[in-house]
T-cell receptor, first 112, second 112 residues
Framework: NAGVTQTPKFQVLKTGQSMTLQCAQD?????MYWYRQDPGMGLRLIYY???????DKGEVPNGYNVSRLNKREFSLRLESAAPSQTSVYFC???????????FGPGTRLTVT | EDQVTQSPEALRLQEGESSSLNCSYT??????LFWYRQDPGKGPEFLFT???AGEEKEKERLKATLTKKESFLHITAPKPEDSATYLC?????????????FGQGTTLQVKP
């Protein structure tokens, strides 16, 4: 089992460009999450999907959109990238909300 | 407001020198407390879940404990390979979304 996979691993964007970060899990988990990690700020929740067909905002949703494509896949879209979105993005999944989350390897995004 | 504070921010130990990391939390009803390990350039790796005061979990040289206001991660006779950032996160009992609130982490360096 690969666990949680994310693509791409690295990305450089110019201000105003758009892109989609992809996440997939093969653990048959119901819930999936997107976080960003910044120095001094810790991990912050952007969006989550408690189950297939539902999505909700987390702590820092502005400038992002998500799509729960199916039970395995959860994508994060930046419509018009800004330098403030330079960060490391992690996707995570869990069996249900009560249980531990398993994280992917991350995408390192730089917006110039 | 739900909050998690970890201390110290950084800890340097000699190999074999035992110590403890602290995670203090304020949450409106604790559903679970999670410990993760994060190596540089990688995603967080799940270590433990604690659900109620008095509970303890162990894994190799690590032991996690929980009280009503804080959790400790005790490291006994650490080795250089234990060097990493250790993250604490809590899940509030309100709702069933699985949302976690993370502390900023403690970066541990173990010197040979």
């Amino acid at each position: 089992n690969a666990g949680v996979t994310q693509t791409p691993k690295f990305q450089v964007l110019k201000t105003g460009q758009s892109m989609t970060l992809q996440c997939a899990q093969d653990m048959n988990h119901n819930s999936m999450y997107w976080y960003r990690q910044d120095p001094g700020m810790g991990l912050r929740l952007i969006y989550y999907s408690a189950s297939e067909g539902t999505t909700d905002k987390g702590e820092v949703p502005n400038g992002y959109n998500v799509s729960r494509l199916n039970k395995r896949e959860f994508s994060l879209r930046l419509e018009s990238a800004a330098p403030s979105q330079t960060s490391v993005y992690f996707c995570a999944s869990s069996s249900w909300g009560l249980y531990e989350q398993y994280f992917g390897p991350g995408t390192r995004l730089t917006v110039t | 407001e739900d909050q998690v504070t970890q201390s110290p921010e950084a800890l340097r130990l000699q190999e074999g020198e035992s110590s403890s990391l602290n995670c203090s939390y304020t949450v409106s009803g604790l559903r679970g407390l999670f410990w993760y390990r994060q190596d540089p350039g990688k995603g967080p790796e799940f270590l433990f879940t604690l659900y109620s005061a008095g509970e303890e979990k162990e894994k190799e040289r690590l032991k996690a404990t929980l009280t009503k206001k804080e959790s400790f991660l005790h490291i006994t006779a650490p080795k250089p390979e234990d060097s990493a950032t250790y993250l604490c996160a809590v899940q509030a009992s309100a709702g069933n979304t699985g949302k976690l609130i993370f502390g900023q982490g403690t970066t541990l360096q173990v010197k040979p």
